[in-house]
């Protein structure tokens, strides 16, 4: 049971240059979501998703965009990568309030 | 809008000593209230949850009750080990249920 997996773990990129952070769920969870976490602010919610076809903001979305094309699959893109966007990244998926994390995506930006 | 404020740390005990990370809360209505655990290098844990007000969670000799008069959620545990070295995130969800808002998280250090 692989829950929730994300790709790649370690990534670097250069100002300005686009990516896609990959997840995937494999426990058919309508609700998932993803997190930046930075030192001192905890995790903070970029966007989520109640089902294929339906996205919403979170809290810090600028620079940030997701789909939900199919139940198991929610990538988060960033289409021109700022030094502030270094951070921790998780994606979360969720059913009756209980929340799965997949490990984590380390991206570093300069 | 929903919040979640807990004390900062870090904490630093040593091995078998009593823990408390205090957690409070604002929020609309009577949300669900969860702590999360996260170990060096890995992603978050479920640690314990509570759903509805006076409910005690408890995981591993960790507990917490869901306080509504006071709207607190505060973790305890009796006697801490070396092996519960990580930050510990308060949590709740959000009114529609469909995200978790988090507290900015708490590092224990515990040391034999």
């Known amino acids: 049971n692989a829950g929730v997996t994300q790709t790649p773990k370690f990534q670097v990129l250069k100002t300005g240059q686009s990516m896609t952070l990959q997840c995937a769920q494999d426990?058919?969870?309508?609700?998932m979501s993803w997190y930046r976490q930075d030192p001192g602010m905890g995790l903070r919610l970029i966007h989520y998703s109640v089902g294929a076809g339906i996205t919403d903001q979170g809290e810090v979305p600028n620079g940030y965009n997701v789909s939900r094309s199919t139940t198991e699959d929610f990538p988060l893109r960033l289409l021109s990568a700022a030094p502030s966007q270094t951070s921790v990244y998780f994606c979360?998926?969720?059913?009756?309030?209980?929340?799965?994390f997949g490990q984590g995506t380390r991206l570093t930006v300069v | 809008g929903n919040s979640v404020t807990q004390m900062e740390g870090p904490v630093t005990l040593s091995e078998e000593a009593f823990l408390t990370i205090n957690c409070t809360y604002t929020?609309?209505?009577?949300?669900?209230l969860f702590w999360y655990v996260q170990y060096p290098g890995e992603g978050l844990q479920l640690l314990l949850k509570a759903t509805k007000a006076d409910d005690k969670g408890s995981n591993k000799g960790f507990e917490a009750t869901y306080r509504k008069e006071t709207t607190s959620f505060h973790l305890e545990k009796g006697s801490v080990q070396v092996s519960d070295s990580a930050v510990y995130f308060c949590?709740?969800?959000?009114?529609?249920?469909?995200?978790?808002?988090f507290g900015k998280g708490t590092t224990l250090s515990v040391s034999s």
């Open positions: 426990m058919n969870h309508e609700y």
């Open positions: 949590a709740l969800i959000n009114q529609a249920g469909t995200a978790l808002i």
């Open positions: 929020a609309t209505g009577y949300p669900s």
């Open positions: 979360a998926s969720s059913k009756n309030t209980e929340a799965f």
